[in-house]
C-alpha cells in the first residue's frame, strides 16, 4: 500500500482518500460516505413527500388557509384587518411578513379613501425574503389575497371612488 503522510498533522496518514490510518487504527472511508449519502437522499425524499402532502387537493378542502378568504365578494377593511396567513411550505422562506403587512396598511388606507393607490400599484408590488434564518408569510396565499385586493381596487376605480 502507498499510505502518504498528512501534512497539517503529521500523524494520519492517508490511503488515496479512501481509508485514514491514525489514533483509531485503518478507517475504511467509503461506508461513512455511503451512510451521509444515504442520509440526504432519504432527507430529499422525506421532503419531497411533505410537501406533496402540504399541497394535496384533499388537504387544501380539509384545511381552509387562514390568508383565504371568499373570493366572489370585494376585500373590505375588516378582511385587511383579520386576514393571517401561513408559513410557507418547508424549504421556502416566503415573503417577508413586515413587507407585506406595510402594503396591506397601505391598502387599508386607499379602501377608506386616504391615498390614491391604483390596483397596478398592488400587481406591481415585489416583496423581499425574510431575514436569513426567519420565515415569512406563505407566497401563494399572499399572491391569491393580493389579487383579490387588485380586483376590489379595480372595481372602485371603475366607479370613480
Request: charged share 30%.
Amino acid at each position: 500500500m502507498a499510505w502518504e503522510r498528512c501534512v497539517p498533522c503529521g500523524d494520519v496518514t492517508v490511503d488515496r482518500g479512501r481509508r485514514l490510518a491514525g489514533m483509531l487504527g485503518v478507517v475504511d472511508l467509503a461506508p461513512i460516505v455511503y451512510v451521509i449519502v444515504v442520509a440526504f437522499l432519504i432527507a430529499g425524499v422525506a421532503s419531497a413527500i411533505i410537501s406533496l402532502l402540504r399541497r394535496s387537493p384533499e388537504h387544501e378542502q380539509a384545511t381552509e388557509s387562514p390568508g383565504r378568504v371568499a373570493s366572489a365578494r370585494q376585500v373590505s377593511v375588516d378582511d385587511l384587518r383579520s386576514v393571517s396567513f401561513s408559513n410557507p411550505p418547508l424549504g421556502k422562506r416566503g415573503y417577508n411578513r413586515a413587507d407585506v403587512d406595510s402594503l396591506l396598511a397601505r391598502v387599508e388606507q386607499r379602501l377608506l379613501g386616504r391615498n390614491r393607490m391604483t390596483a397596478i400599484d398592488v400587481r406591481e408590488t415585489r416583496f423581499d425574503k425574510p431575514p436569513t434564518f426567519q420565515r415569512g408569510y406563505d407566497e401563494d396565499e399572499v399572491d391569491e389575497f393580493l389579487d383579490r385586493i387588485a380586483a376590489s381596487i379595480a372595481d372602485m376605480e371603475s366607479r370613480g371612488r
